[in-house]
């Protein structure tokens, strides 16, 4: 699935407005949106699994995403769950993409707000 849109993404930089639309949040688009999307897309990347690394992180970790994110999967928000050392908070946004921040700006602010505020209170105690 993930890989489905990626590549849709790329006729859409090429052919469409993606292209003018991300050149509001990068510099460079045409760089940022290639070092992405060309990675993901090269036939060795489909073997490359971050499952391993999870393992090590020893640190809380909030996880925001959208529930319909065209290039994640709930399954990601899983392994972290199932894999991580370390405490995993998780907040799945409904009727919402890859881009939580920009499509849902409060809930996420405040998921944010909220998780830093419980890990003070921790250190502190």
Known sequence: MGLTAIASAKTTFED????????????????AF??????????DFREWNVEEVIDYIRVPVLAIQGRQDQYGSLAQIEALENRCYAPVDRVILDECGHAPFLEHPLPVLSAITEYCRRLERIESA
């Open 16 to 31: 469409g407005d993606l292209k003018a639309r991300l050149a509001k949040y990068h510099r460079d688009a045409e760089n």
């Open 34 to 43: 290639r070092g992405w999307n060309d990675a993901w897309l090269h036939p």
